[in-house]
Structure formats: C-alpha cells, structure tokens
C-alpha cells in the first residue's frame, strides 16, 4: 500500500497525467488531419506540457503558499529541477524535427504561447498573468488551442475555414471548461483581485457554464464534421468531462482533478486517434 500511495504522488504531482493527455489529444488531432508522424506530436505534446507544468510548480514552491504538493515538490526540487530541464530539452528537439516551415505566423504563435506560460507564475512587475482580473483561464485555455490545436494544423498546413469557424473555438471552449474546475479548487488560494469565475459568479454558476462550454463543443464539433466525429468514445469524453464538473465539491483532493479531470482529456484524443 504504501509503495502504491508513493507512485501515485509521482503520478500526480510529477504531472504526469496531463502530460499524457496533452500527448495523446495532439497525436489524436494530427491523426484526425491525416498527419502522418503523429507519434512525434505525442512525444512533443507530453515532454512540452511536463516541461511547462514541472517549471510551473518550481517556481510556485519558492513564492506561494505550502499547499501539499507544494510542500511535496520542495522535498523532490532537485529531482523535478532535473527532469524540467530534460522534458525541455526533448521538446525542443521535437518541435525542431516536427516544423515544415518557419512562416511569421507559426513563429508569432510559439513565441505568445511560450511568454503565456513564461509569464503564467513570473512576475512582470507585481503581478504575473494568472493574477491579472478574468485572465487566469484564458491564458490556459489559449496556450493550450495555441500548442495542441493550432500547432499541428498550422505546420502541416492543413488550415480551411471549417477549422477555423469549428474546430479551433470548439477546442478553445473545451480547455475553458476544464480549468474553471481548477479555478473552484484554488478558491482558498487565488486572490479576490484575480476574478476567476468562480469568485465572480459562484461556485454552482461557474460548474453550470463550465457545462454549457461543454455542450456548445459537441455542437460545434458536430458542425465542423457532420456528425462523423461523434462517436460514442467522444461523447463519453465530454459527458465524463461534464460528470466531473458537476461532482465537483470544494473538500475534493487532488486525485478528483489532477487524475480524474486531467486524465480524461485523453478521452478525447483517443477518441481522434481511432476515427
């Protein structure tokens, strides 16, 4: 029991989980656009987001309040300082071997994404971009269309109006939807001046909009594709999504979000990877 609890607070903490989904909806997306090294866009997608996410947590444990894993990551700095450091190397050498062409776009793309996530937990002046008022989950919700969708599509060059009226907002809404679960989480810790959902509109208001983005990504999804993506592994993916969001309380642990809610984004990309 106790070495089973130990490899689960890897799992979790490490941020493994999102990784793992990360890697798994790009090689779902790649797949779906008839992309054909869509293991290499998997390996980009896990070792960017474990590179992000790790760095994210390092610099949190030096400047923010112990919380548990915080707490955890401080006793393992070394160890995660070491593996940051690898995940970034390896997903630099993906991305140097996945881009076709080096366009003002896809350049201006990378660098906005990377200064998001940058800046996310660095202070520019007094506040990072996470503590800016509504800001929080968009700054997610865009680095993670900007990597996961938008990346592939543009560098495979497989752009149409479709993708752009459909699928990119579809996705965009997705990834809101599933971090305004994290913003009821950090209730006891965001600032009041952050205005996350949540503290705006409530707790039960931010679960029932999180629902509603929910819900206009399936119809969206059904627009761009005519139904041919709503297979019942994609349907399972969102109403999993949608199951979660509601079961939400604010005494849940980590293992409700950074498992359960994190874990089944790979849903989704399976479900790309086996249309």
Request: hydrophobic share 55%; with cysteine.
């Amino acid at each position: 029991m106790h070495y089973f609890k130990t490899i689960l607070n890897y799992i979790v903490y490490l941020n493994v989980i999102i990784a793992t989904s990360a890697g798994v909806l790009i090689a779902g997306i790649s797949n779906l656009f008839g992309i054909e090294n869509i293991i290499e866009y998997g390996f980009f997608g896990f070792f960017a987001t474990f590179f992000v996410y790790n760095s994210h947590r390092l610099v949190k444990v030096n400047s923010e309040t112990k919380t548990p894993w915080l707490k955890w990551v401080s006793r393992h700095k070394k160890f995660i300082l070491n593996l940051s450091v690898l995940s970034g190397l390896v997903s630099v050498l993906c991305f140097i071997k996945l881009i076709n062409v080096i366009s003002i776009t896809i350049v201006a793309l990378i660098i906005i994404a990377v200064c998001i996530a940058f800046f996310y937990v660095i202070r520019l002046g007094q506040k990072n971009i996470r503590e800016l008022p509504y800001l929080k989950v968009h700054s997610i919700a865009f680095t993670w269309t900007a990597i996961i969708v938008l990346f592939p599509i543009m560098n495979e060059n497989v752009f149409d109006s479709q993708v752009l009226l459909y699928f990119i907002p579809a996705h965009y809404l997705y990834f809101l939807a599933v971090a305004i679960p994290f913003d009821i989480r950090d209730l006891k810790h965001d600032l009041p001046t952050q205005k996350t959902i949540p503290q705006v509109i409530g707790v039960k208001n931010a679960k029932i909009v999180a629902v509603i983005l929910l819900t206009i990504t399936i119809l969206l999804i059904n627009i761009f594709s005519n139904s041919y993506l709503l297979t019942p592994l994609f349907l399972l993916a969102i109403s999993v999504q949608i199951l979660l969001v509601v079961s939400i309380k604010l005494t849940q642990k980590d293992f409700h979000y950074n498992i359960l809610i994190d874990g089944s984004i790979a849903l989704l990309g399976l479900s790309y990877l086996i249309s």
